[in-house]
């Protein structure tokens, strides 16, 4: 009874638009799942491009959402949420499905700028839609339930992507692409039909926001270019591990599939309870442990790569994506909801895009920087990736005294109020 119990005590009662909202991305997270694990498969050992022209292709996508992330946060302010985020998911369709007709260098690069664009306006109007949908005290929930569902469908794609690729069939790796296009265009329709649009809030004193006001904004500064690092140096990197696997380990498709599957599975098991967990604690030592376990977890990649190989190397992989794993769940438990409480009202998409800038940055130099190093000295550049968690890990705990005290721990989850209630009957 107490398991029961507990399992029901997980439910987050999001309101009904948010859990559509959320079952979109489950269907977008899919087809991303599809493609994610295989990208750097496809362009290094399907069209044979070097690791370090790889790495800057990838990294083109985040150096081009950075100049569309802040864009999209204005028009996200003025024209609201939900019509930015159609548009994002439109460009998005077409930047990743033009991968399936790739077959030079410069067409990759290409592809990279259309998926970009979509990128850098996708996440800043999700997370402002999500926090528009959402009260304040179940903003710590909603991003970790649509942390649960995206990484549910990339682990689903994942697994469905390592049975349909094959590096002898160019073609299968073509249909990936196609898929995912499609999951996109699919995410539109479920938003057209059953998630409202979040009129824009307004400005203080009804004056129109600038992004001035958001960079004067210290501890929110302070934050994203903490989460830079984060990213850099721990979610960057799993574009590099298939690639690393693969050509260091032996490890096939399907098994680098089943790897990443590993870890999104965990995601999805773990991430309501470490965010119930993380209510009522201080967020920046919740940042302080992600640090540590993403470090922890890079440190041992090398040391599988080195000593193992084939299935073998895929399992001990998959242990390390566990440990990795439970780090993304503390970032899903305090990075989002942090954003919007230090958002200023009628800023909100403006934050969102500095927050997804943030990001965009880590994927940019993650990529770039890792294709090189992964190119000369494989095993180091887990080395180095783990010390940059580490640090971040640190910066977390001297940030921590400055963020204001009323949003300095995770809220606790509070029962719903009886018109939340009544709609999710």
Not at 241 to 250: C, D, Q, R, T, V
Not at 276 to 293: E, I, T
Not at 412 to 421: G, N, S
């Amino acid at each position: 009874m107490r398991a029961v119990a507990y399992v029901r005590s997980l439910n987050p009662g999001l309101p009904r638009a948010v859990q559509v909202l959320q079952l979109g991305g489950l269907v977008n997270a899919f087809g991303n799942g599809i493609v994610f694990p295989f990208l750097f498969i496809y362009l290094h050992n399907v069209h044979d491009f070097g690791a370090g022209t790889v790495g800057l292709i990838l990294a083109t996508n985040g150096a081009v959402s950075l100049v569309a992330s802040p864009l999209s946060g204005s028009l996200v302010d003025r024209f609201g949420a939900r019509r930015t985020l159609m548009g994002a998911l439109f460009v998005l369709a077409v930047g990743y499905g033009s991968y399936a007709f790739v077959t030079a260098p410069w067409q990759g690069f290409l592809a990279s700028v259309g998926a970009g664009i979509g990128n850098g306006a996708f996440w800043p109007a999700q997370g402002s839609l999500l926090a528009g949908l959402t009260p304040a005290h179940q903003r710590p929930a909603a991003w970790g339930m649509q942390r649960v569902m995206m990484n549910l469908g990339v682990g689903l794609g994942g697994v469905t992507g390592g049975l349909i690729a094959s590096t002898s069939d160019p073609a299968t790796f073509k249909a990936l692409f196609l898929v995912d296009a499609a999951t996109f265009l699919v995410y539109a329709a479920v938003l057209v039909a059953r998630v409202p649009e979040v009129p824009p809030a307004p400005s203080a004193h009804d004056a129109p926001g600038r992004y001035a006001d958001v960079l004067r904004h210290r501890v929110f500064v302070g934050v994203i270019a903490l989460n830079a690092l984060f990213i850099t140096a721990g979610f960057a990197q799993l574009e590099l591990l298939p690639a690393y696997m693969k050509n260091e380990a032996g490890v096939s498709e399907q098994g680098v599939g089943l790897v990443f599957f590993v870890n999104t599975i965990v995601i999805v098991l773990a991430q309501l309870p470490v965010t119930k967990l993380a209510g009522g604690r201080r967020r920046m030592r919740l940042l302080a442990s992600l640090g540590a376990v993403w470090a922890l977890a890079w440190l041992l990649t090398p040391l599988v790569g080195t000593l193992a190989a084939g299935a073998t190397a895929a399992a001990l992989f998959a242990l390390t994506q566990v440990i990795f794993a439970f780090g993304e769940c503390l970032h899903g438990a305090v990075q989002g909801p942090l954003v919007a409480d230090l958002a200023t009202p009628g800023l909100i998409g403006r934050y969102m895009a500095l927050s997804a800038f943030s990001w965009q940055l880590g994927f940019t130099i993650g990529p770039a920087v890792g294709g090189f190093l992964l190119g000369v000295w494989p095993s180091g550049l887990w080395l180095i990736a783990a010390g940059g968690c580490a640090a971040a890990g640190l910066g977390a705990l001297a940030l921590e005294q400055s963020i204001p005290r009323a949003v300095r721990r995770s809220p606790a989850r509070a029962a719903p109020t009886p018109a939340v209630a009544a709609e999710l009957q």
